[in-house]
DNA sequence: ATTCATTTGTGATTTGCATCACGGGCACAA
DNA sequence: TTGTGCCCGTGATGCAAATCACAAATGAAT
């Protein structure tokens, strides 16, 4: 079995802990051996590029463990991250099941260890399983839904520290919040939370000095600690 | 059967000329009958709206006449419009197979005949036939495939301008092309058109009558003619 | 410890465009 | 006709943020 890169396949996911977890859990025993069949597993290095933006699909990737950013460049280099990718997401799949290229790049930030299915073991899949494609289906609007939210912190922002305000506070939506105050641990750097949001690496650093100052977060090494969830939202709808 | 804003039922959905068209043409015999069977049409005024965002998903409506403008909004009333849908398209998809609320608001720019789906009926209807829920997966592909292209407009362009250029190419892409000239029928207004690349009424105008002056389009009436695609296309590129 | 690369912090400068303000055109109704 | 809305056009103004240009810090590698 070929894998891009030549990485080497490390198990046939089997014990992948993640495994297709979110998308395929619950699905009925043959249908699950099916799906084993057709899925190859690789580890993939900080930096490795599991698709680029334009490639015609060639399947999906599920993530076992690892962070992988997904963006879009325009021709002079300007790069928008649409999300970064946590274990237990499908990678590629609204390409795969359309059919077309691939709209993004998915590039590894954090190792990473990655399912794959070719599209066409996919698709047959697919058709044999009706009720796997109902959770594909299910899985693309969630999809959906997280790239509105993305073109809404963009979108109707009317200054940078709101887009800022707006991106910590979806960042933090997936954290444990005790009292106001939620810690997140930011591994991206402000040039790409820059690119997330649509402004400059400089802006990002003064807006979040300016956010320190003003006691609106606190910053302990790689953790960002939110103090304010409120006064965050206060920015937001200022 | 009742029907949002108790607007009159036209028909159950028989002549309509575009039906289920792009989603559901070619399926069985059976399960097109089935899907008559839970399909109710309904006319709409201009200024109705289909359903709002943040309301929990009711179903589907797939747009038989007419056009449907998706916008989202901020809280100070910015809006964002995120396309405007033609007929053959199918509304609230995203939202009524993730059964969480919808995410955008339709509202109705031109009188609309659109057949509605309730949201399980739906589900079931996909359940008991795979190969539609295949066919709902590959739709959720492609309006994900449109938002990501809005996103490159919005959030990769340096310039009011370069936006407008970006726009003015999308939306030609679906007209016919002769000769490197395009004729579109514009039937947004700036205010529209601004809210579609984020920026405000005013500049559009000022744009567009620069690009006029530069003779990259040529107004006549409500139509507009790009009188050269390639220059358009330098200022997406500069 | 010393290199080297990456990331972060900050000042100075400049400009694009949002915003405000207003006038004029056009449609449609009373 | 005269209103009443809704678009469109345009000038003046101010500010937020991109950009440029370094310097300081951090951290990885040898």
């Known amino acids: 079995m070929r894998t891009p890169y030549g990485l080497e396949i490390i198990e046939n996911c089997v014990a992948c802990p993640h495994r ?6 619950n699905l009925p025993e043959p249908a699950v051996k099916a799906l084993a069949a057709i899925t190859s597993s690789a580890a993939y290095p900080k930096g490795a590029t599991l698709f680029v933006e334009g490639q015609p699909a060639r399947g999906v990737f599920i993530l076992c463990n690892g962070r992988v ?21 499908v990678l590629g799949l609204p390409a795969t099941v359309t059919g077309k290229s691939y709209e ?35 899985q693309l609007g969630e999809t959906y839904h997280l790239a509105i939210s993305e073109m809404r912190t963009i979108g109707l ?27 997140i641990k930011m591994t991206l750097t402000h040039e790409e939370i820059a690119q997330m949001i649509g402004s400059s690496r400089e802006t990002v650093t ?25 006064d965050l939202e206060a920015i937001v709808n200022r």
């Not at 300007?78 to 274990?87: C, G, H, N, W, Y």
């Not at 003064?206 to 302990?220: E, I, M, T």
């Open 20 to 25: 297709e977890e979110r998308l395929f859990c």
């Open 69 to 89: 950013k997904l963006s879009t460049s325009s021709a002079d280099g300007k790069t928008l991250i649409l999300r970064i990718s946590e274990p237990g997401e």
């Open 104 to 138: 993004l790049t998915a590039d590894i930030i954090e190792p990473a260890q990655a399912n794959f299915i070719a599209r066409n073991d996919f698709l047959n899949f697919l058709r044999e399983n009706g009720d796997a494609a109902l959770r594909v289906a299910q």
């Open 157 to 183: 922002s009317h200054s940078a520290s709101e887009k800022l305000a707006r991106f910590l506070l979806e960042w933090s939506a997936s954290c444990p919040e005790e009292k106001g105050q939620v810690r």
């Open 206 to 230: 003064r807006l979040l000095a300016d956010f320190r100052r003003k006691q609106l977060v606190q910053v302990v090494g790689s953790t960002l600690i939110l103090r304010s969830k409120a």
